[in-house]
């Protein structure tokens, strides 16, 4: 029993004594060490930057060449990657088959047609029958009940004249616009279906368009832009493929008619020349659209900023000279610099160098590390 006591009294004691040697270590260390840092105002400025989106070529017109009657391929008339004209013969599917319905759509039609004139004659016969009472009135109705059935007849065989008639054209296959053919998906003796087979897609390229989104936030911005009818030749867009540079300037053709829902965005269309078919539907590009060079906007020293997660943040200097983390929205880097588009307003103090040493709530002091500790004279 007495052993038992003892064990309980030394834990006691250990215990107390932990506890005193961590309040003696907490009052030696004193309150977090104040931290050096340099600050800087943010302030607004003019600049003269791009925003960037990234783009789609497009043609403005783009079809897929179908084939409309089920046939065999027998002649192609263009050659792979042709500027071709509207109304140029592509592509001929066989024929046989079809004028020969047509032929007998033909007969069919004449005979139809000879027994209207019977029936008319037959009709006039009677109604001069019955105009002396020499005739039953029945017979006179059914003489007219059999011309009315033969124009009936007459109407039918014309219209499956029109239908075989329309196979036939379809067997040529013209070219819709004036554009550039693509590669040919099939060749002389391929079987192809109605509806079913795509022989070839065409598109035009001179001019030619460049898709792309924006936020929702700026469509009043490209609005203005849209009712300014800016020309080609007018500097505001460009496009970009790595370094380079698309020597032509492009206009603001449209804005799409809604936002998505899902994204927040619109799509936006604008219209670039394209004389020398640089430019090819589907390649990806880089959209640069010219500031307003009157309008000041906020930048900092990108050095200022922390990045955690994909999100931005600077530390902000707030009351007692301690920090808090702010949340950034980021624009265009301009050499060191970077715009801030949300999350920053002029006249505030940020931290710039010593950053590295920060965190939430941490007192700060703008005088050089080996000052802070060197007594007052």
């Known amino acids: ?63 897929e060449i179908r084939a409309q009657v089920t046939g065999y391929i027998t002649g192609i008339y263009f050659k ?65 009940a059999a011309l009315e059935a033969a124009k009936k007849q007459v109407a039918a065989a014309q219209a ?30 391929t079987s192809v279906v109605a509806g079913q087979s795509v022989l070839n897609t065409i598109s035009t390229d001179n001019p030619i368009a460049v898709d792309f989104t924006v936020d929702q936030k700026e469509i009043y911005r490209f609005s203005q832009l849209e009712q300014q009818a800016k020309k080609t030749t007018d500097s505001t867009f460009s496009i970009a493929f790595g370094n380079d540079i698309y020597p032509f300037h492009g206009s603001i053709a449209l804005i799409d008619r809604a936002v998505d829902p899902q994204t927040g965005t619109i799509k936006t269309r604008l219209v670039f020349p394209n004389d020398k078919n640089v430019l090819k539907p589907g390649m990806s590009t880089t959209v640069r659209v010219l500031n307003n060079g009157s309008q000041k906007v906020i930048t900092i020293p990108y050095k200022a900023v922390t990045e955690q997660l994909g999100e931005f943040f600077v530390y902000v ?57 060197t007594p007052k004279k």
């Open 80 to 144: 792979d990657g042709d500027k071709v004209k509207k109304g140029q013969r592509l592509y001929s599917i066989d024929q046989q088959l079809y004028n020969a319905n047509y032929q007998q759509s033909l007969a069919n039609l004449a005979v139809q047609e000879t027994n209207l004139v019977k029936a008319q004659k037959d009709a006039d016969r009677y109604h001069e029958l019955d105009k002396n009472d020499a005739i039953a009135k029945q017979q006179v109705d059914y003489a007219d």
């Open 1 to 63: 029993m007495r052993f038992t006591s003892f064990k309980f009294y030394s834990s006691v004691s250990s215990l107390l004594l932990l506890i005193a040697c961590g309040v003696r270590q907490q009052q030696q260390q004193g309150p977090p060490p104040v931290v050096a840092v340099t600050l800087d105002t943010v302030e607004a400025t003019s600049a003269t930057y791009y925003d960037e989106y990234p783009g789609t070529v497009t043609a403005l017109n783009q079809t």
């Open 160 to 189: 499956s004249v029109n239908a075989v008639k329309a196979n036939v054209n379809f067997a040529t296959i013209s070219a819709p616009f004036t554009g550039t053919i693509g590669i040919s998906q099939v060749r002389i003796g």
């Open 317 to 373: 200097v707030g009351d007692s000279s301690k920090v808090s983390q702010r949340k950034l929205v980021l624009g265009k880097q301009i050499g060191k610099n970077v715009i801030i588009k949300d999350g920053l307003k002029e006249g505030e103090e940020i931290v710039v160098q010593g950053v590295q040493n920060l965190r939430e709530g941490s007192a700060i002091t703008t005088k050089p590390p080996q000052a802070a500790g």
